[in-house]
């Protein structure tokens, strides 16, 4: 009782509340579109063991429109994110494990657009430091 001897102070304790629960969504929210078992193949990549789910999803490497974050965006230590046009999702993957594999066999099977932007993308940025 002597901590809400002050009116007032229902205030901060409500502001610390809603600060909580942001911080928490925000993080709940991303660790949804981060796999924690990524497996490719000649045709794409599946990705499982999504944070408190069981679903399985399937990305051909044709279905791919959109590379971005991580060294795409100028921040190695960002994660990096692939969109799916055809069903609209996105999964995104930090740079750990065996990153670079899985980035080498992504990039060498996307189609050749997005592989010259991403390219030009990455000289400008190369070119601005």
Not at 56 to 62: C, N, Q, T, V
Request: net charge positive.
């Amino acid at each position: 009782m002597l901590a809400f001897q002050k009116w007032y102070y229902v205030f901060v304790a409500l502001l610390n509340l809603v600060i909580i629960y942001l911080v928490n969504r925000f993080y709940l929210n991303s660790y949804r579109s981060f796999p924690f078992r990524i497996r490719s193949d000649e045709a794409g990549i599946t990705c499982e063991n999504f944070f408190l789910s069981k679903k399985i999803l399937r990305i051909e490497f044709a279905d791919i429109d959109g590379i971005s974050g991580g060294m795409f965006s100028g921040w190695n230590t960002r994660p990096v994110y692939i969109h799916d046009s055809k069903r609209n999702i996105s999964i995104g993957f930090f740079a750990q494990g065996e990153f670079k594999e899985l980035l080498k066999v992504i990039l060498k099977n996307i189609n050749e657009e997005l592989y010259t932007e991403l390219l030009s993308k990455m000289k400008q940025m190369s070119a601005l430091k």
